[in-house]
């Protein structure tokens, strides 16, 4: 290290420290206008596939296998939705 590089805890202001660029990706990523929607979908999601694997093991597994698919359906538009960044 010459002499007029100095370590960053020596640097006087650490405010004009340059800092690493970030990676090319948007840094929120999640800020399209169906944020909402998504949030709905992969809720209903979540909610569908508790209650679907809840029916599985305590009740009929034949409609839990319905509750799954139709769940998955849900996060599958969402994944669509997210994919194409609509």
Do not use: Q
């Amino acid at each position: 290290m010459s002499k007029s590089e100095k370590p960053f805890s020596m640097v006087e202001d650490p405010e004009k420290v340059p800092h690493p660029k970030r990676h090319l990706l948007e840094p929120f990523r999640d800020s399209s206008k169906t944020r909402v929607l998504r949030l709905w979908l992969n809720i209903i999601f979540m909610v569908g596939a508790i209650a679907g694997l809840a029916v599985y093991f305590y009740a009929d597994r034949e409609v839990a296998k319905y509750i799954l698919i139709v769940s998955c359906v849900f996060k599958f538009i969402e994944l669509i939705l997210r994919i194409l960044k609509i």
